[in-house]
Each structure stands twice: as C-alpha cells, then as structure tokens.
C-alpha cells in the first residue's frame, strides 16, 4: 500500500490536521495516529490493528492507495473523460457586442464591432446545436447568454430559448439557459418568458457601493447606473434565482462590504442564489488598449487573500458565496463546449470571442474543419497537467487558464500556474466546509 501523491496536509487544531486529497474531493480529520499510518501505510509491521482499520477507509477515500495503482495514468484517463464529456453540451451566445455601459476594465475593449446577431445568424446558431444534440445525445444542454450586453438583442434572446426548449424537448435534453448581464434592460417580463423555457440564472455585474459602481461601470454617457440596476433586481425578486457577481482592484475591494449591506438592507436573502467577486484581470492586449491599469493575468499574481476576505464578508451577512473548488481542465479545454458570438464564429473561450485571430471556423464551416482548427487542435491535445504533475493541485487546476497562460508567455501551450491560489485560498475553504 501507498499514500496518493495528492494529498494536502492542512493543520487544524489540536494537533489533528484535515488531509484534503485533489483527486478524490476526499476531506478526512486525522490525529497524530490516523497520519502516523498513513506515513507508514508501505511498512504494515509498523502499525497497530487500529491503523490498519483506518487504512481500509482511507483506501476507499483515495488517500491511499494499492500498490498497484497507477495515478499518473488515473488522472491521466480521468482527463480524458472530462475533455471529451459529451453528456453535456454547453455554449456561450453572444448575442451581441454592443453594450450600453462603458466599465473601465471590459476585456472587450480592443473588439471594434457593435454587431449583433441576426435572427437567420439566430436561427443558424440554433441549427447548429441542435445537430449536435442530435449527434451526441447529451443529458443536457446549458445555454449562456453573453455579451456585450446580451440584452440589447433580446428578440435573439427570446427566439434561441424558445427554439432550443422546442427541439430539446424532443430529444429529451434538459435545457438549462442562463444570463450574465448588466442588469440595466433586465425586466420581470423577459424573466417570465424564460422561465417556462429553462431560465435557471441571472448574473448581474455589481462592483461595490454606489460610488464604486458608477466609477467602474458608467453608461456610456458617464452617468451612473447603480441605481436603475437595484431597482430592477428588485422587480424580478422572487422569480428567478439571481447571481451577484463583481470586479474589483485594490482601490475599490473595500467598498464591496457596502455593496453587501446594501443588499442585505433592500431585503435580499435567499432570492440571491450565490456571490462571487474576482479580481480584474488582463485580456489580450489590454496593455495597450484598457483605459484602466491592469496588471495580473492570473489569481497568483494578486493578493489571494482578498478573496477569502470577501467570502467572509459574503458570510458574515447571510449571503451565499460561490464556494466551489475548481476540478479538472478549464472550459477551453473542453471539446463540447464553445462560444458563439454574433457572426457566428466560434471559439474555446468566451474571452477571447470576437477576436478573428483567435476563432477556431464559423458554425456554417465543415464541423470537421472547425475541429480540427490548427489553434484548436494545440489547445485540445496541450495536455499541460503531464508538465506538472508532481503537484498536489493538478487534478484541481489542470494547468490553469488558456488566456491566462496567453497573456502570461504567449502561447496556449504554457502553463498559467495557479499554484499560490490554491495553497492558500482552496486549503482555507476546505476547513471552512468543516468547521
């Protein structure tokens, strides 16, 4: 017998500590004796009956481990699976690239195109999905509508829900759609027109206090937009299941507390389904082309502690914050889900959406043309977690983000480290989860 090659010692209390294994998702408390055996699990001559019977439970738990297992191939085949699930089809739609705000870090400054999408280029998009429900068979189908701001081109909005729910009905595929929107246009009657279709989200954009916001996310004329955004988070309240998500820098961090009892004093509570807040970080070329100073390219390369901090704060009022430990490669690196925007090309990630030099074809190409794009096929068979693989973290990062590792050193094929992020953000919510 063997101990797994990820495990993570976490200390706790009272001389226990939390072993927290990346593969298996596996939490364990363990005192001074239940690690002694693990730490000795190869020499049995060494252990007392007790041990011996943890073993038998942590080898259920993958933190130890036969010795004829092999993880390197394990989690190599576990990778596998995941990049080429097909129970799931999942797309981004941009149905626009307009927007009717101006935020000082939009990743899409650089994109010179308020085009939006048509409803035969609407109609296509749908035709195209529903081939591939056709062809793979999914258990589900996840919609999100992205923008720009998604919703100036409601009218696509409204045909591509309703087109999808028809044909997924017939097929017996779950549609699930969601939106990430500024909330600005966001009405209790496009909410109740979705809902019956498979609207299980809204995600609204808020980056701190009035004053904060209003600075970051302007209208386009440079009048504020706090306020009309509340008003209309209160009018769909109760409806739908709503996301708080936020942006923030070392300027404005502090003021995302205040967002919170602002919220927590409008009456919101279980209507806000969860909160997640990240620092801003680089797009392709926003060197040269952001109006706002920004400087990281992963979460390393910030303080990782501030998001801890707000989850915290998140907690202290109430609210539910997003929580969730990454696992696996990132969604670019996934062959059954993709980003559409509104000229119908099609690309890995919607960050990098209507930058021509990074689509992988347009939905009217031959599908296998698109697959076998030279810029997809480096990205899919990039493999980056064999580069890695003695870290503890890599079945949770799958070496980090494609745009990441972009902006880092200018290819797909290197690695965006997430390591720093891991040790010290995913560690303290694991112990969070337990105590």
Not at 174 to 189: S, W
Not at 202 to 217: F, Q, S, W, Y
Not at 317 to 330: H, Q, S, V
Request: aromatic share 8%.
């Amino acid at each position: 017998m063997k101990k797994s090659k990820f495990n993570v010692f976490i200390p706790f209390c009272d001389e226990k500590e939390v072993i927290f294994n990346t593969f298996s998702d596996s939490r364990v408390i363990a005192d001074c004796e239940t690690i002694d055996a693990i730490k000795n699990c190869g020499q049995p001559h060494l252990l007392n009956d007790k041990q011996k019977g943890q073993l038998c439970q942590l080898k259920e738990l993958g933190i130890v481990l036969d010795d004829n297992v092999d993880e390197d191939r394990a989690i190599e085949y576990w990778f596998q699976g995941v990049k080429f699930n097909s129970t799931i089809i999942s797309a981004n739609i941009l149905t626009t690239l307009a927007c009717n705000m101006k935020c000082v870090y939009c990743f899409e400054q650089g994109v010179k195109s308020n085009m939006s999408m048509s409803k035969e280029m609407a109609s296509n998009v749908c035709k195209w999905l529903s081939i591939k429900m056709e062809n793979l068979r999914p258990k589900e189908l996840i919609i999100v509508f992205f923008g720009g701001e998604p919703l100036m081109n409601s009218e696509a909005v409204r045909f591509i829900s309703e087109t999808l729910y028809s044909k997924s009905k017939i097929l017996g595929v779950t549609l699930h759609i969601e939106i990430i929107t500024n909330g600005l246009l966001l009405t209790p009657d496009l909410v109740d027109y979705l809902r019956p279709l498979g609207l299980r989200l809204v995600k609204v954009t808020i980056d701190g206090d009035e004053a904060c916001h209003d600075r970051m996310r302007p209208r386009k004329n440079g009048k504020g937009t706090y306020r009309d955004i509340v008003k209309n988070l209160l009018q769909i309240k109760g409806k739908i299941p709503i996301a708080i998500g936020g942006n923030y820098d070392d300027a404005t961090k502090k003021h995302i507390p205040i967002l919170l009892d602002d919220l927590k004093n409008m009456g919101f509570n279980d209507e806000i389904e969860k909160m997640s807040f990240k620092p801003i970080l680089g797009f392709p070329g926003h060197k040269k082309q952001s109006v706002h100073s920004i400087k990281a390219c992963a979460f390393s390369e910030t303080n990782v502690d501030d998001i801890f901090w707000l989850i915290q704060e998140i907690e202290k009022r109430g609210f539910k914050p997003y929580k969730d430990i990454a696992l696996g490669p990132c969604e670019a690196m996934r062959d059954h889900t993709y980003s559409i925007d509104p000229s119908g090309d099609i690309y890995n990630c919607v960050t990098l959406a209507g930058r021509k030099e990074y689509a992988l074809g347009n939905i009217k190409d031959d599908p296998t043309e698109v697959r076998f794009n030279p810029l997809n096929v480096k990205i899919m068979t990039a493999n980056l977690w064999r580069k890695c693989k003695d870290c503890k973290f890599v079945p949770i990062c799958g070496g980090g983000c494609r745009v990441g590792a972009i902006l880092q050193k200018g290819d797909t094929d290197a690695l965006c480290c997430e390591k720093e992020y891991f040790e010290k953000v995913s560690t303290k919510l694991v112990i969070s989860e337990i105590q």
